[in-house]
Nanobody
């Protein structure tokens, strides 16, 4: 059974930082990544990490503010988010991904973790 448990979200002021964590189990993949769903919008890709070689990919809106890292043996990834802005407000999800296409694996997402950026 696939399980994805995200944590680390919260409420911060603009310019603040958060570090998200995700532990996955019940599946194997050659990459993992973060996605987010802002209020009233579609879910979108944020960042991905290939286990082999450690290559990363980021959405343009990250603009050097976010850093993805992970532990393949533990099927765990993290997302360090700095200089958060109100437009980063969203529910953040992690997912196994295809390293070839940078697309999420088939199957449900976890519960996600809420990130709210507000003054």
């Amino acid at each position: 059974q696939v399980q994805l448990v995200e944590s680390g979200g919260g409420m911060v002021q603009p310019g603040g930082s958060l570090r998200l964590s995700c532990v996955g189990s019940g599946f194997s993949s050659n990459a993992m990544g973060w996605f987010r769903q802002p209020p009233g919008k579609e879910r979108e890709f944020v960042a991905g990490l290939r286990w082999s070689g450690g290559r990363t990919k980021y959405a343009d809106f990250v603009k050097g503010r976010f850093t993805i890292s992970g532990d393949n043996a533990a099927n765990t990834i993290w997302l360090q988010m700095n200089n958060l802005q109100p437009e980063d407000t969203a529910v953040y999800y992690c997912k196994g991904m295809s390293a070839a296409t940078w697309t999420p694996l088939y199957g449900p997402y976890g519960q996600g973790t809420q990130v709210t950026v507000s003054s």
